[in-house]
């Protein structure tokens, strides 16, 4: 199973936010992806804070034959779709779809996740891997990725941390879980 975050906060149309997710989904859907399980939509605070416009995120659960940069690859033609830009790291965007887990695979070496992992936060804000590196290295961090992703697959194992999404969750601030509300 592959797991995908999704999230906007701009939108390029009169739409809303959530119409603009549940037609990422159909896009995905109609890419060679089999659907398994749609979180519900929720909305979240901008990361980083005061940084733009609140989120709608949700987190989808599919299955396919691509291998994980086909999967990215596909991905990223569907943002583009839907007039994503990358301009900055952490910015505004129409549609994010990040390719967050999938099954117990570490990408592309348990030492280069850990680099990623293991990154002091003003680092991260400033670099980006240039390669696709899953688990995400800051899924354990973020209520807006965890959230959702309980939802899907809640008894999901972090291949490298062993801790299952709700372990994950109850780690974090309840603060930052309750700013995690459902729409």
């Known amino acids: 199973m592959k797991f995908v975050a999704l999230g906007a906060n701009l939108s390029t149309t009169d739409d809303t936010l959530e119409k603009t997710l549940s037609q990422a989904i159909e896009r995905v859907a109609r890419s060679g992806f089999a659907i398994r399980a749609v979180s519900r939509f929720f909305q979240t605070p901008c990361f980083p804070l005061d940084a733009g416009p609140d989120y709608v995120n949700a987190v989808i659960a599919i299955r396919s034959s691509h291998s994980a940069k086909d999967t990215l690859i596909q991905l ?22 990040d390719l967050i887990g999938m099954d117990d695979i570490v990408l592309p070496n348990l030492t280069i996740f850990n680099k990623w992992y293991g990154l002091n936060p003003e680092m991260q804000a400033k670099a980006a891997p240039t390669e696709l590196v899953l688990p995400h290295p800051r899924i354990q961090d973020r209520a807006f990725v965890l959230v959702p992703l309980a939802d899907v697959a809640p008894d999901w194992v972090h291949p490298v ?14 603060s930052e879980i309750t700013q995690v509300t459902p729409i």
């Open 76 to 97: 990223h033609n569907i943002e583009a779709v839907f007039g994503r830009e990358r301009l900055q790291r952490w910015g505004q965007r129409t549609l994010d779809l």
């Open 161 to 174: 941390i062993n801790k299952s999404v709700r372990q994950m969750l109850l780690e974090l601030p309840m």
